[in-house]
């Protein structure tokens, strides 16, 4: 029998993060969409690998895309100690190369919803959540033995974040964040925003949670789609799926990426930009309305995968973060959707590490 092999996950609402590494020190990453449907999924004229039934003898399908109509909801606060959001981790994990292995879960909770009442812990909702991720998942299919969660630690989402940030690959110290106290950290996800300030215990002191995530982006370019619809040539920019949204943002046009139709493509930049500036705004007030003065801080830490688009990694964005921090630092990690399942992972990792060198 294989030791439990410990597992990193940022269970988001947009996403699904995994991290973990192999007995000879390779780190293996995987992320996927939280896109899930109750019922089943069929593949050609097999049922879906990928659709699982809960103890409780609900069906679920995890998916790539689908209508709002028909997807769960994952932006529910409820969501994070739901059925869906454990059928989402049990079919990441398969996918990350963990099918019938024992795993010891290390997850995260937003930091509104780890934290209580003042600074306190709200150990009834970690318990739930632990609770939760443990609960039995089987194979609709039969073909699939899923992984066995053992045993579970949360965190919240915050201090893996800036803990992520704080260390390079090879273990050495991000000189970059070198003499940091105070950090804002800014988690932009798809349906949520989570802005939380540390201390220099890397301890919540302040936190916020908003649904300014980038579905509000989306949203709002999809609608200006639509008022343009006859200008620009197109026709249903209602009937555009998320997903599809998603590749047009990131290509900054409509049309094929094939070299030989680049003359048929329609740019959407301005739209784009748009539709980001809005969201900018709306995020700065967030910041604001949770620490009004910066003057106190050393570091905005923006990461998810929202930082992307908002931080400037699109060729064609500026970095809207700046704007929220104009007189102070403002620092955003490579690969920023993957910050805070990173952070678990050497949390986690250097737990087990001191619990084995303390026996």
């Not at 937003?110 to 939760?132: F, L």
């Not at 630092?329 to 952070?343: C, D, K, Q, S, T």
Request: contains cysteine; aromatic residues 6%.
């Amino acid at each position: 029998m294989k030791h439990p092999i410990l597992v990193a996950v940022d269970g988001g609402s947009g996403n699904i993060a995994v991290r973990y590494s192999l007995p000879d020190g390779e780190v293996k990453s995987f992320l996927m969409r939280s896109v899930i449907r109750r019922g089943n999924l069929q593949q050609g004229n097999k049922e879906s690998l990928s659709t699982w039934r809960t103890g409780d003898d609900q069906v679920f399908s995890v998916t790539s895309t689908g209508s709002r109509m028909d997807l769960v909801d994952t932006c529910d606060p409820q969501y994070q100690i739901s059925d869906a959001n454990r059928v989402l981790i049990i079919d990441a994990l398969v996918k990350a190369g963990l099918e019938d292995r024992d795993v010891i879960l290390a997850d995260t909770l937003p930091a509104n919803q780890y934290y209580g009442a003042g600074k306190t812990v709200d150990q009834k909702r970690i318990n739930a959540k632990k609770e939760s991720l443990m609960q039995p998942v089987s194979s609709y299919s039969g073909k699939v033995k899923p992984p066995r969660i053992v045993e579970v630690k949360i965190w919240p989402e915050a201090v893996p974040a800036f803990v992520s940030a704080s260390f390079n690959d090879d273990g050495t110290p991000n000189e970059a964040l070198e003499g940091v106290q105070y950090s804002i950290v800014v988690d932009i996800g798809r349906f949520t925003c989570d802005i939380a300030m540390l201390d220099p215990n890397d301890e919540v002191i302040d936190r916020l949670t908003t649904e300014n995530g980038i579905h509000v982006m989306l949203d709002r370019f999809q609608e200006l789609l639509e008022q343009e619809e006859e200008k620009l040539g197109i026709n249903e920019a209602r009937e555009i799926s998320p997903a599809a949204l998603d590749s047009i943002i990131n290509n900054g046009f409509i049309g094929s990426a094939i070299k030989a139709m680049e003359k048929k493509r329609i740019n959407i930049q301005h739209l784009a930009l748009k539709a980001a500036s809005e969201l900018s705004e709306r995020i700065k007030e967030d910041i604001r309305s949770m620490h009004r003065n910066l003057s106190d801080i050393d570091c905005l830490l923006v990461v998810g995968g929202g930082a992307n688009w908002l931080g400037g990694k699109l060729d064609y964005m500026p970095n809207f973060a700046e704007s929220w921090f104009p007189n102070g630092f403002v620092y955003i990690p490579e690969n920023p959707e993957l910050a805070v399942v990173r952070g678990v992972h050497l949390l986690a990792a250097g737990e087990a590490q001191q619990l084995e060198d303390d026996e």
